[in-house]
């Protein structure tokens, strides 16, 4: 018994030192995991943050380029019909769309559904303004269809998209 006695007097040391020592190195090793997840976030975001920031700007400058004042300004010419005149418009907005389409990857899909809105919201009121117009009709007339009409729109999808944006990186950064 009294053997029984000394075995319990020295494993029950061991074990209780044991389970501290386990403890101990759990705790150490959790600090350092929390340490190295912290840091690589940290990493992380001064890498995407500024990338996330320069998507924001080339998606504005894509909206702000496709309002049709701008647009029109950019490409207006004379020298066009109404016909060849709507299709380098439209030319003109798919492909400032696809350029910046990898932006998206950046965006929330909020602001996302409201850029690809504003460039189908531009195309539709030049197609539009164009089917309003005599197949002989000249570019100049065309642009002036579209200002006209644009003006008279209640939602100017461009400029509540570019809004959003904005409202976006200030909640976000």
């Given at each position: 018994m009294e053997m029984v006695y000394d075995l319990l007097k020295m494993t029950?040391?061991?074990v209780l030192m044991l389970?501290?020592?386990y403890l101990l190195?759990?705790?150490?090793?959790?600090?350092?995991?929390?340490e190295i997840t912290f840091s690589a976030r940290r990493k992380n975001q001064e890498v995407v943050v500024p990338i996330r920031l320069q998507a924001y700007?080339?998606?504005?400058?894509?909206?702000?380029?496709i309002t049709p004042p701008n647009l029109l300004s950019r490409l207006g010419n004379a020298d066009y019909n109404a016909e060849e005149f709507q299709q380098i418009l439209v030319h003109e907005i798919r492909n400032e769309f696809n350029h910046n389409l990898s932006q998206q990857v950046y965006m929330s899909d909020s602001a996302w559904t409201y850029v690809t809105t504003a460039v189908e919201q531009t195309i539709s009121l030049i197609n539009s303004s164009a089917n309003m117009l005599d197949k002989e009709a000249r570019g100049v007339e065309l642009a002036?269809?579209?200002?006209e009409k644009g003006?008279?729109?209640?939602?100017?999808?461009?400029?509540?998209?570019?809004r959003y944006i904005k409202e976006e990186i200030q909640d976000v950064f």
């Open positions: 029950i040391p061991a389970y501290l020592s190195v759990r705790s150490f090793l959790r600090k350092q995991l929390d700007e080339r998606v504005t400058l894509l909206l702000e380029r002036r269809a579209i200002l003006v008279g729109e209640e939602m100017d999808m461009p400029k509540q998209a570019i």
